[in-house]
C-alpha cells in the first residue's frame, strides 16, 4: 500500500547513478567482518573493470551496440567503462541474450539491480530511438503535439506519379519513332494521306513526351523535397512519437488520441496501365498540378531555409546541438556472424586459490 501511494505522488523515478561497490560498503563494527565485505566489493569493482577490458579485447555481439573499439587511450578506457555497466548488469542479472545488451527494465522491486540497468542504459544511449523516460509528462505532452505541426507542411509523397511520368515518357517516345516510321513507310508507298496521319500522330506523340518529361522533373523535384523533410524533421517526429509511447505507458487508462499525420491531401495517381494524356488531347488540362507543385517547391523551399537558421535558446530542454531543429539519425546495426568467444580471464586472486585447492587435492590423494 505504501509502495503504491508513494508511486502515485512520485511518478516514474530514474534512480541515481550508483557509485562502486567499494563505496557502498556499510558502517561495521566488527573489523573481521567489515574487511572481508571490503573485499567483497574491492573484488566486484577489479571484475566490473576486467569485463569492460574483456569486451574491448573480444568483438562481443550484445558490444557492437557501442560502435568500434576506440584507438586512443582516453577514449578506449571510457568505451570500456561502457561497456563494463552494461556487463555488469547482464551478470547481476543473468540476462544472456547474445545480441541484446541489457533486454527490459527489471521491476522496480529490486532497487539495486534497477538501478544497474539505468547505468547499462545511459551507458548504451538510446538504442534506435530518443530517451524520453526522465522527461515530465507536461514536457512529453508538448512533445506529442508538435506531431501534427511537423507533418503540416510535409510535400506529397509523388513517388507513384513519378513512376508512372518516366514510364509514359518512354512509351511516348517510343509511340511516336514507330509514327514517324509508319509516315516514311507510307509515303514509299505514296500513301500520302496516310503518312500524313501518322507525321501528326508522331508530332501529338512528340508533344506527350515533353509533357510528361516535365511531369517528371517536378515530381523528381516533390521527392526530393520529401527526403528533405525526412531529414529535417526526423528528431521531432521521432521524440513525439517517443513521448506518445511513454504516455500510453505510464498512463494506460487515459483514452489518448492516435497520432495522425496532418499532411496535405493530393490527388491520387492515375490507375496503373491507364495513360493521362492521350494523343490529339489538349495537353495544357497538367498545366495547373505542375503549378500547384512548382507553388509547394517554392514554399517549401523558404520554409526550410527559415527553419534551418533558426538557433537553439539558452534556455531550452534540448542544448545538444546549436541548432533549434538538429537532424536526428537512429544507431545503425547489422548482422555479425564471430566464432566463440574465450571466455573472461579471472582475477589473479582467483587463479591463486584454485592452484592451492589443486595442490591440496593432490596433497590428500
Known amino acids: 500500500m505504501l509502495d503504491a501511494r508513494i508511486g502515485r505522488r512520485a511518478g516514474t523515478l530514474v534512480p541515481a547513478p550508483a557509485p562502486s561497490w567499494s563505496a557502498q560498503v556499510p558502517p561495521i563494527g566488527d573489523h573481521g567482518r567489515r574487511d572481508y565485505v571490503r573485499q567483497i566489493a574491492a573484488l566486484m569493482d577489479a571484475r ?14 550484445w558490444a557492437v551496440t557501442l560502435g568500434p573499439v576506440p584507438g586512443g587511450p582516453a577514449a578506449r578506457l571510457e568505451w570500456q567503462q561502457r561497456a ?71 510535400p506529397p509523397w509523388t513517388g507513384e506519379e513519378l513512376r508512372q511520368a518516366r514510364a509514359a515518357a518512354r512509351d511516348a517516345h517510343l509511340a511516336a519513332v514507330r509514327s514517324a516510321a509508319e509516315a516514311t513507310a507510307a509515303r514509299r508507298r505514296g500513301d500520302h494521306n496516310q503518312a500524313t496521319r501518322q507525321q501528326a500522330l508522331a508530332a501529338s506523340y512528340e508533344a506527350m513526351h515533353d509533357a510528361y518529361q516535365e511531369r517528371e522533373t517536378v515530381f523528381a523535384a516533390t521527392m526530393t523535397d520529401r527526403a528533405d523533410w525526412e531529414h529535417s524533421t526526423r528528431r521531432q517526429r521521432h521524440l513525439a512519437v ?11 487508462g487515459q483514452p489518448w488520441l492516435p497520432l495522425r499525420s496532418a499532411e496535405p491531401e493530393f490527388a491520387p495517381a492515375a490507375q496503373p496501365g491507364v495513360p493521362a494524356l492521350m494523343p490529339d488531347e489538349n495537353l495544357e488540362q497538367a498545366a495547373q498540378l505542375i503549378s500547384d507543385l512548382a507553388a509547394r517547391h517554392r514554399e517549401f523551399a523558404a520554409r526550410l531555409a527559415g527553419r534551418q537558421s533558426v538557433m537553439m535558446l539558452e534556455d531550452s530542454e534540448f542544448e545538444d546541438s546549436e541548432s533549434a531543429f538538429p537532424s536526428w539519425a537512429a544507431p545503425g546495426r547489422g548482422a555479425i556472424l564471430q566464432p566463440p568467444k574465450p571466455e573472461i580471464q579471472p582475477s589473479e586472486r582467483i587463479l591463486e586459490r584454485i592452484a592451492d585447492h589443486d595442490r591440496d587435492m593432490e596433497a590428500a590423494g
Open 242 to 252: 517517443a513521448a506518445d509511447a511513454e504516455l500510453r505507458r505510464r498512463h494506460p
Open 84 to 154: 563494463a555497466a552494461i556487463g555488469a548488469y547482464r551478470e547481476l542479472s543473468g540476462y544472456q541474450h547474445p545480441a541484446d545488451p541489457i533486454g527490459p527494465e527489471p521491476p522496480i522491486r529490486n532497487p539495486e539491480l534497477c538501478a544497474a540497468w539505468h547505468e547499462a542504459l545511459a551507458a548504451l544511449g538510446p538504442a534506435g530511438g530518443p530517451d524520453v523516460r526522465g522527461m515530465t509528462d507536461g514536457l512529453l505532452l508538448r512533445l506529442r503535439d508538435t506531431y501534427p505541426v511537423e507533418t503540416a507542411w510535409a
Open 48 to 61: 566490473k573493470e576486467r569485463i569492460g577490458e574483456h569486451a574491448a579485447a573480444s568483438t562481443l555481439p
